[in-house]
């Protein structure tokens, strides 16, 4: 199975800055989606985006994905302390398949 | 929303002691759940597929008779962790998909596992 490639590796910005993280994979897709993991807790899911669609948007965050490129990119505007974590994408191949992880990006925010 | 709960959440024990770890789907069945082993500083790396009332799929490398999974139940599925190590220290993660397939899978909060 294919495990997507996320970079950076690790982001530091001050507050109020954007960031941006993005994702690249190798097969297809039905769905691409993006969770968040603060150190040594569970996952929280932020957005999904199907691979018919090419840009989704949820408060602060916006998602997009080009499958002819295979990757997709996440931005976090107006950034703060508290999205300090870890993000990853997870590639889905829809159905009852399993999903699989990218490598994640480790963003600090700076107050 | 579809919720999956994970128990418990984090366990210290002696080296040579077996951890059962359980995860249930609290609102929806699931024929197939996901165990996920996730290593400090490290991504999450799917174990195996547990599949309700049959044999659960392991990925390459990981040891069946280490990781024993059982899915008696369409909500429930767990991870014994026999004889556990300092070596299988780790964050373990349990998810689920409902039955309509186009939902996101749902994770369990995790369960950090530390042999001493």
């Known amino acids: 199975s294919q495990q997507g490639e996320e970079d950076p590796q690790a982001l530091s910005i001050q507050e109020g800055e954007n960031a941006t993280m993005n994702c690249s994979y190798k097969?297809?897709?039905?769905?691409l989606q993006w969770y968040r993991q603060n150190s040594g807790r569970g996952l929280v899911h932020l957005i999904l985006i199907r691979s018919n669609e090419r840009e989704k948007h949820s408060g602060r965050l916006r998602v997009t994905l080009d499958t002819s490129k295979k990757s997709s990119s996440l931005l976090i505007t107006a950034s703060r302390a508290a999205d300090t974590a870890s993000y990853f994408c997870?590639?889905?191949?829809?159905?009852?398949?399993?999903?699989?992880f990218g490598t994640g990006t480790k963003l600090q925010v700076i107050p | 929303g579809a919720v999956v709960s994970q128990h418990p959440s984090w366990v210290i024990c002696k080296s040579g002691t077996s951890v059962k770890i359980e995860c249930r789907s609290l609102d929806f069945q699931a024929t197939t759940m996901f165990w996920y082993r996730q290593f400090p500083k490290q991504s999450l790396m799917l174990m195996a597929t547990s599949n309700e009332g049959s044999k659960a799929t392991y990925e390459q490398g990981v040891e069946k008779d280490k990781f024993l999974i059982n899915h008696a139940s369409l909500t429930l599925s767990t991870l014994t962790v026999t004889s556990a190590h300092p070596e299988d220290s780790s964050f373990y993660i349990c998810s689920a998909r409902p039955w309509t397939g186009e939902q996101p899978q749902h994770f369990g909060d995790g369960t950090r596992l530390s042999i001493l």
């Open positions: 097969t297809s897709i039905n769905n």
């Open positions: 997870v590639l889905d191949s829809g159905g009852y398949q399993k999903v699989t």
